[in-house]
């Protein structure tokens, strides 16, 4: 419940008082893990994902969150390494096929990344994240209609959870309808 609030000392303190009474707690761990690295504490962040993939190897969140950590430190291989550790114990993992995605993108691989994605919808279309990272693929690729039509799919699955894109996808979608117009 802390973290959720975003009372970081408190979610710590509930964590650690948990870990004390078990430490092979793996939801602990892995929430532990994600409190850290939204803090920028990535060490410990990486430490607390490994804890709980070794005491249970077979879960595909904390294996996620790790990819998660290496892609934001730029470790592009190592991120993909964990994300498709990820989707060989959960094949409809959603997460990591955008996560790789990402991945994908960033290593310019464009075709790759807009596969995972089209794969990630094939399994839940309403995913807010596959649909917003195909229609930038698409805007960037000038597929036009197609980012407009995930654009607007964000937009209806995802406004709630992304609240910070929602202006930026809103911008996008009217230069669309505007380019569209001329």
Same mark, same amino acid.
């Given at each position: 419940m802390y973290q959720r609030l975003g009372?970081?000392?408190? $979610?710590?303190v509930s964590y650690r008082q948990v870990l004390q009474r078990d430490d092979l707690n793996v939801e602990a761990h892995n929430n532990l893990g994600v409190l850290c690295r939204d803090k920028g504490l990535y060490d410990d962040a990486i430490r607390h994902?490994?804890? $709980?993939?070794?005491?249970n190897p077979g879960y595909a969140r904390?294996?996620?969150n790790l990819g998660v950590v290496y892609l934001g430190q730029r470790k592009l291989d190592a $991120? $993909?390494?964990q994300f498709q550790a990820a989707l060989a114990i959960d094949p409809k993992n959603v997460e990591s096929m955008?996560?790789?995605s990402t991945v994908d993108k960033e290593s310019g691989r464009r075709e790759q990344a807009r596969a995972?994605?089209?794969r990630a919808l094939e399994v839940n279309p309403r995913s807010a994240e596959a649909n917003y990272n195909l229609g930038l693929i698409e805007d960037e690729a000038g597929n036009r209609t197609q980012a407009a039509a995930h654009y607007r799919l964000f937009l209806q699955y995802g406004a709630a959870v992304h609240p910070t894109?929602?202006?930026d996808v809103r911008a996008r979608l009217?230069?669309?309808?505007a380019e569209s117009n001329n």
């Amino acid at each position: 419940m802390y973290q959720r609030l975003g009372d970081f000392e408190n $979610a710590l303190v509930s964590y650690r008082q948990v870990l004390q009474r078990d430490d092979l707690n793996v939801e602990a761990h892995n929430n532990l893990g994600v409190l850290c690295r939204d803090k920028g504490l990535y060490d410990d962040a990486i430490r607390h994902f490994q804890r $709980a993939m070794a005491i249970n190897p077979g879960y595909a969140r904390a294996r996620n969150n790790l990819g998660v950590v290496y892609l934001g430190q730029r470790k592009l291989d190592a $991120a $993909a390494t964990q994300f498709q550790a990820a989707l060989a114990i959960d094949p409809k993992n959603v997460e990591s096929m955008v996560n790789l995605s990402t991945v994908d993108k960033e290593s310019g691989r464009r075709e790759q990344a807009r596969a995972w994605l089209a794969r990630a919808l094939e399994v839940n279309p309403r995913s807010a994240e596959a649909n917003y990272n195909l229609g930038l693929i698409e805007d960037e690729a000038g597929n036009r209609t197609q980012a407009a039509a995930h654009y607007r799919l964000f937009l209806q699955y995802g406004a709630a959870v992304h609240p910070t894109l929602v202006a930026d996808v809103r911008a996008r979608l009217q230069k669309i309808e505007a380019e569209s117009n001329n």
